[in-house]
């Protein structure tokens, strides 16, 4: 833009001299004396004259025209760039693109964001705003060309994405109708009539359906990809979602927008959510028995949301019968209970709920604090917690007090114990058929986010511990079996980590000991908690009807016969947990559990059983996105 306004000056200066020039006699010149020269004189002049101006104006429009082409190469660049790290899976080189919104990472992950970059998108046009890049790029969809406005700041690294541009959305303004208000921007203030007409017909057929009795509805169009929210219903603008090759909002934007509508209004429609819940657990394996109380236990919860909700469907599915994968998986159902991973996340198969977290209704204080975390990864909340698991580090009191080591132990002191076993007796020191002593460990020296080189040192650490029985060859169930055979044949480990459910068992056989997990400082031991919560299918139809049932069930007791810990004090409160657990291993849990640490998303790639007796520190790379 600014080479443009110099060419202009440029151009209009030439002309003013030019016309000075041409009009400009000198007195002492007679008319006849000028009318005496040859006639084609002026036509000369005026000849010169066009070639000087075109000349200049030719220059300036190139100088012009190059700087365009040149900012949208880069853009193109960039782009190009973008497509290729989202092929790759990539999400490191992907994300180094964009500001570090966490927000505005993630939304990158939504499925339409994906049909995007799987389009090839296009530049066919990038001005420079102040600074800020407005680009219109097109990409094709099914078949279907569609456009789209994007944003870029010029920074010291190269370009990279913003969010939005207030200069060209301009003031959102707000209007008022019978049905309630609509906000929207400047810019798309000619769609108006549009969006008022989508969300009065939604609102008319579904009249007697609102859930709510919402004397005013408020809705607004958004600058951005808005999250989903209980109480601010919004979507975002068809310059930001995607235009059609006319230029107009497509009868894809409008069928979406209304699904939207219909959505954030909570209607009240008969409809069907399919819930999935997960009836394996990779560290231990459950029962035939764990899986019918299970599975009969979200029986009857559904039995019971359903007489207070009898227009809504709960469908409980064994994640069993559905495909391994992922992204495919989370297609066939509306929500699930089953533990978190990077996976689903990655490739854009759950929601996003930490706007939804906002919701009052749910009280976020009325959870435990290390529980609450464990549905978190990278600053954002994928998963609403339901239970904990706390695993317990169990002894055999004969074996121990030979060796004249008792806990409280320091890592030192467990190793020296283990060692002391093992060389007074054929027994093994310890039997590991679950990977919590490794996050102990790897806690217990590292109060930040776990990386490489902690899990190097931990895993270095583990291998010098001698004869240790570790059953990682086995499959979760058989491996959970075996180390129950092995301790239940006169005890063939002087220490080994179970469920708390499992300390009744293991008293059948005399002198079982109960000790928190080893520590640093044999003053604060911090051991692992196995999170479970719900997660939303980024596919459901009923997003918000799936959350509500999230809530319903975080207010349920946790349904698993393993004492899992419920997310809720007021849960445990009602249900009187504490109360229940037997001592000793009452006071254990109790004095153990404050200092508790959740493992996240991220911790859970480093101690898999696969990678122990490789002491692999290095976890298998994430590939992101939908393959």
Known sequence: ????????????????????????????????????????????????????????????????????????????????LEVASAQLGDGEQFFT???TDPFYRF???QPINQSFYAGNPQVTRAQLHDDVIWANVTYTVDGATQQRLLFFD???????HRVHDNAFWGVQKRTRYPWGQLLLHEADEEWRSGFATAIQRNLTEYSNALVNNRA???????????????????????????????????????????????????????????????????????????????????????QAYMRLHPDITIEIVDLTTLPTDPVARMRLIDGAVMPLSADLVVSGAILDLTELA???????????????LGGYWQNRFWQLPLSAQM???????????????LPPWTFEDYEELIAAVQAQTEKSGLLLSAPDLLYAHAFAYNSG?????????????????????FLNELEPAVRRQQALTILSSNRQAATWIDVPSEYEYHSLLSGLGVAPFPSSDRLTSIAPLWVEGGMISSASEHPLAVWDWLIFLSHQAPKLNRRTIPARPSVALETSFWQTVPQPLNAVMRSAFPTTRAITVEDRRYFSAESIPANRSQPTPLRWFSP
């Open 1 to 80: 833009m600014r080479s443009r306004n110099v060419s202009a000056f440029i151009f209009s200066h030439v002309i003013l001299k030019c016309m000075k020039f041409d009009w400009e006699f000198d007195a002492e010149i007679e008319p006849e004396s000028f009318r005496s020269r040859p006639p084609y004189w002026r036509w000369l002049q005026l000849a010169l004259l066009f070639i000087v101006l075109s000349a200049l104006a030719g220059g300036g429009w190139w100088r012009v025209r190059s700087a365009e082409k040149a900012l949208l190469q880069s853009v193109q660049d960039i782009l190009n």
């Open 358 to 372: 906002k919701d009052p209704s749910l009280q976020t204080g009325d959870f435990y604090e290390q529980i609450w």
């Open 154 to 160: 010029q920074t010291s690294s190269g370009l990279r």
């Open 107 to 109: 939304s990158q992950l």
């Open 216 to 302: 005013d509805f408020t809705f607004a169009i958004t600058d951005e990809f808005a999250p989903l929210m209980v109480d601010s219903p919004s979507f975002p603008s068809p310059r930001v979602w995607g235009l059609g090759a006319d230029g107009e909002p497509s009868a894809e934007y409008w069928a979406a927008f209304d699904h939207a509508v219909v959505t954030q209004l909570e209607l009240a429609n008969e409809y069907t959510i399919r819930f999935a819940i997960d009836v394996s657990d990779t560290a231990s394996g459950y029962t035939a028995q764990d899986v019918r109380f299970r599975r009969n236990s979200f029986q009857s919860l559904a």
């Open 97 to 99: 693109f964009f500001p």
């Open 449 to 469: 986010a776990l990386d490489r080189n902690q899990a190097a040192q931990t895993l270095q650490w583990f291998s010098q511990i001698e004869e240790t029985r």
């Open 391 to 405: 695993r317990m580090l169990f002894y055999d009191k004969a074996m121990v007090e030979s060796a004249e080591i």
